[in-house]
């Protein structure tokens, strides 16, 4: 089997960005990603995979791809005629779209495919009207089996298990996850505010980041409280971007210019995993992608460099650095807190920031972790650079089944020769 490859990317910056609709942030991510391609236009491209969680709240229901890549095909930028694949899976949505995109490349296909996720989720006339819309991330077909789960964990957890309508039920299950893993392992408050610190430092040197800003430990701590051991701070943001990626053949690459191939990144592995209701000591879904990714790149933990996780919550950071194996389980928040995460430490999580400081426009998300990484694995990150980075991974999950995420990928990239 031939290697695909990853040849351009791009993410717009994310924000609140109410005068730009789906279609001119679709526009500016695969614009940027053909340039970042070094090609002219995006003519080769054989086909598109497109993902969009929310565009229903414009009206556009179905033909969502279609509809936003139209101007693109008009102005010659996309070719007439290719096809475009709508997907969807929560906040795993990019990571889904990346899948597509490497699927088809390795199948023969095509030689070069486009992955788009884009999201607009900031709505000034009713900021807080996207909360409602996040819930249709669970499963709304059986709420009471998942509803009595989490009032287990609550009461084993010594916590509270309340959802309300005028609060995020999303926020609730990772503060009760959060207080679950306090309980059982002595993880700290303290721990997941050190991680949220971490990442709006690195957010800092981001110019896409939403949120620009340093905190301390002490400044996460003090925040509003959201849900359980949970502060503002901990948690990922409302806004809008989109981000794209052109996956091509080693075929294609081998026609490329020098100035292309030397910044090539290989997808050198790709694996997803389905939630279930699981015992909640049990290994979430992203042990079970991680664990094939890894064997599909013939790499293992200790040989990742570098990270983007899916830290919708600074919790959350905590738990996939133990679920993908790079500390044992348990010990997630001793090792983000003593520094081993940060840059300059033994293995940089999140240098973009993180969900909690990058921001979270949930079918971008995933392919922004993949332009972070791809941007790092080329040596093009400035100030957040991890030197020698040559090995990059990233973790993306969507949707809520039982205590885990609905779906998972896990992304493994290798650096340009």
Known sequence: ???????????????????????????????????????????????????????????????????????????????????????????????????????????????????????????????????????????????????????????????????????????????????WHMHRYGTTQAQIAAGAAKNHCHGALNPNAQYRFPMTTEQVLADRPVSGPLTRAMCAPIGDGAAAALVCSERFLAEMPPRVRERAVRIRGMALSGGMFRGFDAPGLSRIAADRAYAAAGVSPGDVDVAEVHDATAFCEIFQAEMLRLCPEGQGGAYVASGAATLGGTLPINTSGGLVSKGHPIAATGLSMTYEIATQLRGEAGERQVDGARIGLVENGGGVIGFEEAVCAVTILQAPR
């Open 1 to 179: 089997m031939s290697d695909a490859y990853l040849i351009g990317t791009h993410a717009t910056p994310f924000g609140r960005f109410p005068a730009k609709d789906h279609r001119a942030l679709a526009h500016e991510a695969v614009r940027g990603a053909i340039a970042d391609a070094g090609l002219p236009d995006g003519q080769r491209i054989g086909q598109a995979f497109f993902g969009s969680c929310l565009m229903h709240l414009t009206g556009q229901t179905m033909i969502r791809g279609q509809a936003c890549l139209l101007g693109l095909v008009d102005d010659g930028v996309l070719p007439v005629r290719m096809p475009v694949v709508n997907v969807e899976g929560a906040c795993a949505t990019g990571s889904l779209a990346l899948h597509g995109a490497r699927t088809e490349v390795l199948a023969g296909s095509h030689d070069l495919v486009l992955a788009v996720g884009v999201e607009k989720m900031f709505d000034p006339a009713n900021p807080a009207g996207i909360l409602a819309e996040i819930e249709g991330g669970f499963d709304r077909f059986d709420r009471p089996r998942w509803i009595a789960e989490y009032g287990r964990a609550a009461e084993e957890a010594g916590s509270v298990w309340a959802p309300a309508p005028d609060r995020s039920t999303a926020m609730d299950t990772y503060g009760l996850q959060a207080s």
